[in-house]
């Protein structure tokens, strides 16, 4: 029976999955209008209001941004599980007032697992959502073992003390939130695991009502344990094996991952990737994350390609006493340099301990004259094919990856009193990660659930000639990632000016995008910035959110050659801004974050 209820699950979710084209990471929940936020002295930006005060109060005890952000990392295990946790990976970007350091905690695929991990018996690529909701998707969580990476070198409090707050929350409980709860009703394939079932529902099958109070005794435990012991506690001994067994034993797809890679993985420090661009007629270095995640470069490419255009002067207009919106001028450029950014991004980018930049180095996608030479291909008509250059005159030799979904995740700004800053942006992949939730010990409610980060490589490992494809899965390779955490410095001071980020799939490089252009060119305050309507595109249609944009805009792009789709864009944009005299912080009125501080 139990075997039964998987395929059946599985069945009705594939059968109401949106195309790939329009497929959101986590639907939409209504809107809440946000006031933004001032502070002086430090503030936290976080996707829930328990996780943004934790945090806060974690900077009020005399901790670090670090130390803030891993308390708010596991207050949002607990309170978003949709979205992050310890059964997930991270990338965090910080700086101490000198140097930027970039620590990668991203999930690495087992050893076991070579690039037919995602082909059927016939060596084609399997239906998508079948290979979310499986064990082949899982990959070795990360997070935790970033997190005490960073901790070692930035925190203040001791590591033990950070975990409290969580603890505390899962012993006494939470109020199921609207999101959740929303979430919770139009998810299917987490019902069929047995320990998800137990705790996210009732015995009729239904969600638990918004405000009821949530209790997870056993993420309690294993929270203690990790506190107590550090990162071992997840990657070694009861829990490490209950993560293994649940990936081996899936009923209809089980993964490879073994207890050995728990205990291999390593987290990355790496050098972070950073641009100069030019906004409002002042000079900037944006900062982002390198490869395996794709999300600096996309950013940067965007906005330089864009700022190439007569276009990227163009101010917002607001028609009839409707809000501001971009041009249609303005986002058919916007539009044509993505398609660019994005034939770049499936042609080059990959885990870099596995495959060379282009060039030899990954700023080769941001040289100037390369972005001139690029720029030149965008004119006033789309255009019908929009190639992937040669950066660094680099010599093709991968296959482009074909366009498939990518999901999930949760972003976190934090800037303490200490001079300290951070973007961290955090995932589980999917809504609800594979849909597999952990416990070691059945008697005790609740758990963590973990990744489906495996469903980020191609699951095409060739072309039709045989070449193989740049994010292909390889053993202890780490999937190429979207999450575009972000610090922009004043170019001619170093001056921090800004953290963002968002979660959002690929969409992620179009929200972080806009924010930044809203806030750097059009001169928007965070809050602002976050409000305007959504827009992208990874190569195929344009899409627009719903409902925002005039008729006449939609109408004009089309005449230029676009396919426009107007969906729902569900971003989760969280901004923390330099002002004159305070900190100005923005949180998304599309999800639940706040900004906390003093």
Not at 371 to 392: F, H, K, V
Not at 563 to 586: N, P
Request: charged residues 20%; glycine residues 10%; neutral net charge.
């Amino acid at each position: 029976m139990k075997r039964l209820a998987w395929i059946l699950a599985l069945a009705l979710l594939s059968a109401c999955a949106a195309p790939p084209s329009v497929q959101q990471p986590e639907g939409a929940s209504g809107l809440t209008a946000k006031p933004g936020w001032t502070f002086q002295r430090q503030a936290v930006a976080a996707a829930n209001p328990l996780a943004a005060e934790t945090g806060a109060r974690i900077l009020r005890a005399g901790g670090s941004a670090v130390d803030a952000a891993i308390a708010v990392q596991m207050v949002l295990t607990l309170v978003e599980p949709q979205s992050s946790g310890i059964g997930g990976g991270a990338f965090l970007l910080h700086h101490d007032g000198k140097r930027i350091q970039a620590f990668d905690g991203r999930e690495t695929a087992p050893a076991e697992a070579g690039e037919q991990l995602f082909l059927d018996a016939q060596g084609k690529p399997m239906p998508f959502l079948d290979a979310v909701t499986s064990g082949r998707s899982v990959g070795v969580p990360g997070a935790v073992m970033m997190l005490a990476q960073a901790h070692r070198q930035h925190g203040k409090l001791p590591w033990a003390r950070l975990f409290e707050p969580a603890i505390a929350l899962a012993e006494q409980g939470f109020g199921i939130s609207p999101r959740l709860h929303t979430l919770l009703l139009t998810e299917t394939a987490l019902k069929s695991d047995p320990v998800a079932a137990a705790y996210f529902y009732r015995p009729d099958g239904q969600p638990h009502p918004i405000g009821h109070v949530l209790r997870n005794p056993e993420l309690a435990q294993v929270l203690r344990n990790i506190a107590a012991q550090g990162p071992s506690a997840l990657h070694d001994g009861p829990v490490a094996r209950a993560i293994v067994d649940k990936v081996q034993q899936h009923p209809l797809r089980p993964g490879r991952l073994g207890l050995d890679d728990l205990k291999r993985y390593q987290p990355r420090e790496r050098e972070a990737l950073c641009h100069e661009h030019t906004a409002a007629r002042r000079a900037l270095r944006i900062c982002g994350f390198p490869p395996p995640s794709s999300g600096a470069i996309a950013v940067g490419q965007i906005l330089g390609l864009l700022a190439r255009t007569p276009q990227a002067q163009e101010p917002l207009v607001q028609l009839n006493g409707a809000d501001p919106v971009p041009s249609a001028n303005w986002l058919h450029s916007y539009a044509e340099a993505s398609r660019l950014t994005f034939a770049d991004r499936a042609q080059y980018v990959a885990d870099p301990d596995f495959v060379a930049a282009p060039g030899a180095r990954w700023s080769s996608l941001l040289d100037a004259r390369y972005l001139d030479e690029r720029a030149r291909l965008i004119t006033p008509a789309r255009m019908p094919q929009a190639p992937a250059g040669q950066p660094g005159g680099a010599q093709v030799a991968w296959a482009p990856m074909v366009d498939q979904p990518e999901d999930g995740t949760s972003h976190i700004s934090i800037v303490d009193s200490f001079g300290n800053a951070l973007a961290m942006t955090t995932t589980i992949e999917s809504a609800f990660g594979s849909r597999l939730m952990v416990t070691t010990d059945p008697k005790r409610s609740g758990g963590f659930l973990l990744n489906n980060e495996l469903t980020d490589f191609s699951f095409a490992p060739r072309d039709a000639q045989g070449q193989p494809v740049a994010n292909r899965v390889e053993p202890g390779k780490r999937p190429r990632s979207s999450m575009s955490p972000t610090l922009v410095f004043d170019k001619a001071s170093g001056e921090l000016l800004m953290s963002t980020g968002s979660p959002g799939g690929a969409l992620i490089i179009h929200y972080t995008a806009k924010v930044l252009h809203g806030v750097l060119q059009w001169g928007l305050s965070p809050q602002a910035a976050i409000n305007l309507p959504n827009f992208g595109t990874t190569g195929g249609p344009l899409l627009l959110e719903q409902n925002r944009f005039p008729a006449l805009s939609v109408q004009a792009l089309r005449d230029r050659g676009h396919t426009v789709q107007e969906v729902e864009m569900t971003s989760g944009l969280q901004a923390i801004q330099r002002g004159q005299r305070a900190w100005l912080g923005g949180a998304d009125p599309r999800r639940e974050g706040i900004v906390a501080g003093d």
